[in-house]
């Protein structure tokens, strides 16, 4: 067996072509300790609008304002609304990296000498400051939570564009041919019930804080909040970007990210055998995305047959793992984790010439390894022009 991390190199002997380098995913291959992984900051913040707009505030961010505890319970009908009451985001636009982007750009004179400079990241060399980004990884939190659920992936592919830019690593993922198709034919039903997964949040969240939430208006999915979070797993300096659903005017700590709440909804279940299931491959990826940003709690809503919620339940992020880990069939953090920081130390030692039109392309499908192509300029090339030059002034 292969050593987690090491890439797949042949012997140049005669008439062998040495294959390109490629990483595997098989879970047993990455079962080591837990790396480290600082505990995510929040560096600001931005929002898009009605129209997906970028704003460089909070002024998406909503409230959580669960149903009283002493009342009657939820009875939210998660299909109220449907289709009147809903403008679903355009997804033939495909954005990339793009609003994270405009909020570096906006912040890359404070990103350089912010914040605390903490003794241990300088001794070990990790220090904020200028040099900082050029040392860094670039990415959604989407991307990332899908590299920690591969070890674990059995239907789904991805493909992540890799460019370098002055240091700096980004990750902009591009949509499989087969996860395209996919959508272009998304089943009546799914549709619904990605709406369903709005409309909870709908019901959950208040526009300011104190208030309460106001299910009777639309649905609009091109209104986000995005965290903008700083972090380190392993060797590897990040900046990322996440979606974050609310925050809790209660929360013990009102300092973001730990003020904030995942919403999810999920099938009511009814057996030991579904609550099993649940736990296998939904609370892996529930971990997975709000681990990342440090999201402390994720409150799940469970809906009947007939898409109403009557129970509410929160895990905490740091608990998930309790469901499965005296699970043979269970998933790993240290896993996720030992992968993620793998396939960054392959990204980062393939990328090696500094250029924003050269793309490395990691392509990954279930039960094979990662591999890597190599393309310049369109279809692929992400860094937009206005980006490139604003930076090189
Ligand atoms: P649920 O996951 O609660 O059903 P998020 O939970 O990440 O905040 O996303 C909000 C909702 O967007 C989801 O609600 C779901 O309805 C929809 N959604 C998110 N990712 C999706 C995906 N990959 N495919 C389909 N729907 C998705
Ligand atoms: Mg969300
Ligand atoms: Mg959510």
């Not at 909070?58 to 403008?87: E, V």
């Not at 996919?182 to 526009?207: H, N, T």
């Not at 995942?262 to 892996?284: A, C, N, V």
């Not at 010439?353 to 990954?364: A, G, K, T």
Request: glycine residues 8%.
């Amino acid at each position: 067996k292969r050593e987690a991390g090491k890439t797949e190199v042949a012997e140049p002997r005669n008439k062998v072509p040495c294959p390109a380098p490629s990483l595997p995913t098989d879970p047993a291959l990455y079962s080591g300790p837990f790396p480290f992984y600082r505990r995510p900051s929040e560096l600001g913040c931005f929002s898009l609008d009605a129209q997906r707009q970028y704003h460089g505030d909070a002024r998406a961010l909503r409230y959580y304002s669960p149903p009283p505890t002493n009342g009657p319970g939820p009875n939210f009908d998660l299909r109220d609304g449907y289709p009147d009451r809903y403008q679903p985001r355009d997804e033939e636009v495909q954005e990339r990296l793009d609003h994270l982007l405009c909020w570096l750009l906006e912040h890359r004179g404070r990103l350089e000498g912010w914040g605390e400079n903490d003794s241990l990241e300088k001794n070990l060399g990790y220090s904020w400051g200028p040099g900082w980004l050029a040392g860094a990884i670039v990415t959604w939190r989407g991307h990332l939570t899908k590299l920690l659920t591969t070890p674990y992936e059995r239907q789904e592919g991805w493909q992540l564009a890799a460019s370098r830019f002055q240091g700096t690593l980004y990750l902009s993922e591009v949509e499989t041919p087969a996860a395209r198709a996919q959508r272009l034919a998304r089943p009546p039903l799914l549709r619904e019930l990605m709406y369903m997964g709005y409309k909870f949040e709908q019901y959950m969240c208040a526009d300011k804080p104190g208030s309460s939430p106001d299910p009777s208006g639309e649905v609009n999915t091109n209104v986000a909040f995005c965290s903008v979070l700083r972090s380190r797993l392993g060797s590897h300096p990040l900046l990322f970007s996440g979606e974050v659903d609310c925050t809790d005017p209660q929360a013990p700590s009102t300092q973001p990210p730990t003020c904030y709440v995942e919403l999810k909804t999920s099938k009511e279940m009814h057996s030991p055998g579904q609550w099993r299931s649940f736990y296998r491959h939904k609370l892996l990826k529930w971990w997975a995305q709000s681990f990342l940003p440090g999201v402390p709690n994720v409150v799940a809503g469970f809906r009947n047959p007939e898409g109403f919620v009557s129970s509410l339940k929160t895990f905490p992020t740091m608990e998930m793992f309790e469901y499965v880990r005296n699970d043979r069939d269970g998933w790993n953090p240290s896993v996720c984790m030992n992968f993620c920081a793998a396939f960054l130390s392959f990204a980062q030692s393939t990328v090696v010439q500094d250029d924003p039109r050269l793309v490395h392309l990691f392509s990954w499908e279930p039960g094979g390894p990662v591999t890597v192509s190599v393309h310049r300029d369109a279809p692929y090339a992400f860094l937009p022009i206005w980006y490139v030059e604003a930076m090189t002034q």
